[in-house]
């Protein structure tokens, strides 16, 4: 595990699935983790009583990232409790629709960009400024931006500007020593994908794609995650790190 003492992180959607995961490696790591949520305030609280419980230090943050002023407000608090220093920024949170394209509404499809595209892109203006040179920001991309999974084409849509902008906003923010990557993770157990991987047919169909035959855990990508955050993965920006067991290859 990269040794993150003394680093303050911000993790969007962190008070389930795979924001969860990486708050805890986060602080296992050594880090000081603000957990931020929307809906979920108890299972944030119990991210944050976790973390404290194992010795380490955590705050809960609410805000409804589908409102730009959300983000902004997220923002404001997270220089706040940082005291104007920030090192990590996983931003997680990110919403699923899934429809054929003539049933996909427009208030979904606002709904998607608003949260897994907009939001991210405001949070790495307004906080970008208080990270400092060896700061990392990690972003959320997904299997679906390279290969059909499902009826998700607005969702891959998203999530295909994810890894457009880690290009950008590497190149932007690498002169100040600021490290832009993403990860994406193909099928992985957790509330988003539970309808599908529960059921027989997406389980065969999740095992036919991946190399490795097993169904991922939130763990499986909370270990890149800290592995991009630290020192180790100093030399790795603009790129988008596949976590999918092999999936489709
Ligand atoms: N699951 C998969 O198979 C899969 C595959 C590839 C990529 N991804 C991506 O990985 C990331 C995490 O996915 P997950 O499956 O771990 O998700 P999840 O278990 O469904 O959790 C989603 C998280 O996002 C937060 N969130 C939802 N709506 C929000 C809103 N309007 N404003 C702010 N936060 C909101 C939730 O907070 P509250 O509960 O507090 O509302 C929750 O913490 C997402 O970006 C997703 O697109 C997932």
Redesign the pocket.
């Known amino acids: 595990m990269a040794q993150l003492h003394g680093k303050k992180a911000l993790v969007?959607?962190?008070?389930?699935?795979?924001?969860?995961a990486i708050a805890l490696a986060l602080a296992c790591a050594g880090a000081e983790v603000l957990v931020?949520?929307?809906?979920?305030?108890q299972?944030?609280q119990a991210v944050v009583a976790e973390i404290a419980g194992n010795g380490g230090k955590a705050h809960a943050i609410l805000?409804?990232?589908?409102d730009i002023q959300?983000t902004f407000d997220l923002s404001e608090r997270t220089r706040q409790i940082c005291s104007g220093k920030l090192d990590i920024l996983v931003a997680?949170?990110?919403?699923?629709r899934p429809a054929r394209l003539e049933d996909t509404t427009v208030e979904d499809f606002d709904?998607m960009f608003?949260?897994?595209v907009r939001?991210p892109f405001f949070l790495v203006q307004q906080l970008s400024p208080v990270m400092n040179a060896g700061s990392s920001i990690i972003l959320?991309?997904?299997?679906?931006v390279r290969t059909t999974v499902g009826e998700l084409s607005a969702?891959a849509a998203s999530?295909g500007a994810i890894s457009t902008l880690v290009t950008h906003l590497a190149a932007e923010l690498g002169a100040r020593d600021i490290r832009v990557n993403a990860v994406?993770?193909?099928?992985?157990?957790?509330?988003?994908?539970s309808s599908f991987?529960e059921t027989q047919e997406g389980r065969e169909f999740t095992l036919g794609i991946q190399a490795i035959k097993r169904v991922?855990t939130?763990e499986d990508?909370a270990g890149v995650t800290v592995f991009l955050a630290g020192d180790d993965a100093r030399w790795i920006t603009g790129d988008v790190i596949r976590a999918d067991g092999g999936s489709k290859l």
């Open positions: 969007t959607g962190a008070s389930r699935g795979m924001g969860r931020h949520y929307s809906s979920s305030e299972a944030a805000a409804d990232l589908r959300g997680n949170a990110g919403i699923a709904d608003s949260v897994n939001a959320t991309s997904s299997l679906a969702y999530k994406a993770p193909g099928v992985v157990a957790n509330d988003m994908s991987v991922a939130p990508i």
